[in-house]
């Protein structure tokens, strides 16, 4: 169906079907033309690309990767949105729409019945108020996935992308940065949503590491190093380690010694290589 991004159209689409927006999904559909054949251009990478799409709107975002992608399974919590599908997906035989909460469904198992022999990758226009949920649980479960392509807020594009050892990078960011490598590919403006949000957007893709590069003595003691380092992040890191971790804070700095670190070192000045070498040490130590 053409023009989905036509106020008109998008206005007539939602009076026959009833629909109005909710704001508890936190729904803005994407109205500007030129956002999503960008984003499917960037986030499909191969000709026997499968593709998972997280929150299909009215399916301008499906349509452009179902010209692209061999098969497209969107995911979609808004029962709602199912008879408008209907009508703007008709055209496309390789679309499933699955409804379902995406944080609650088995995606190694979906991946492996829907997308067998293919590539995979996810690209996705996430709602703000649970993007970084989506995003960890993505990389965590360790999927086949080569790349997430994926529209989020501009503040938590800066946040995703940020280089460890900046003022910008927190928990998130290192741990984004452990399962891929980042990066932002371009912004898009609060105007381009119906409604509009009130504040801009941009796209950034993660290419996957198949898997971890790092020699890590225990990830999950990593994680929650980090975690503490960035819980009270204008401290030095001495204190919230000591104190979340319960390790004396005597090992603490001698673990930062016998990395170079500075005993009045904060976590926003630690590098990614710093933490994965304080962590193994610390984990030595305590």
């Known amino acids: 169906m053409e023009n989905l991004c036509n106020i008109s159209v998008i206005k007539d689409l939602f009076e026959r079907h009833h629909f109005q927006f909710s704001k508890t999904l936190g729904q803005n559909f994407l109205v500007n033309p030129s956002v999503c054949p960008k984003i499917a251009q960037n986030g499909i990478f191969s000709e026997n690309c499968g593709v998972i799409e997280i929150g299909t709107g009215i399916g301008v975002l499906t349509n452009e990767l179902a010209k692209r992608a061999k098969k497209v399974v969107a995911i979609e919590i808004d029962d709602r949105l199912f008879p408008i599908l209907e009508e703007t997906l008709q055209e496309y035989s390789h679309i499933k729409i699955i409804h379902a909460d995406v944080m609650k469904l088995d995606l190694g198992a979906l991946i492996k019945e829907e997308f067998s022999g293919m590539d995979v990758c996810v690209c996705a226009n996430l709602p703000y108020y649970i993007t970084s949920p989506i995003i960890m649980m993505l990389l965590e479960q360790r999927l086949p996935i080569k790349w997430i392509t994926v529209m989020v807020q501009k503040e938590a594009a800066i946040r995703l ?14 741990a984004v940065r452990y399962y891929s490598h980042p990066k932002q590919l371009f912004p898009v403006s609060k105007g381009s949503f119906l409604p509009a949000p009130k504040v801009d957007s941009a796209v950034i893709q ?6 971890s590069e790092y020699a890590v003595e225990n990830e999950s003691f990593l994680f929650a190093l ?8 204008r401290k030095t890191l001495v204190n919230p380690v000591s104190s979340v971790l319960k390790i004396p804070k005597k090992t603490v700095a001698l673990a930062l010694e016998n990395c170079d670190l500075k005993p009045i070192v904060r976590a926003e000045e630690v590098t990614f290589e710093q933490f994965l070498q304080l962590s193994n040490e610390l984990f030595k130590l305590k």
């Open 161 to 174: 992308c940020a280089k460890p050892g900046t003022r910008d990078c927190g928990a998130v960011t290192f």
């Open 206 to 211: 993660l290419e996957v590491k198949s898997q």
């Open 226 to 233: 980090v975690k503490a380092a960035f819980s009270q992040r």
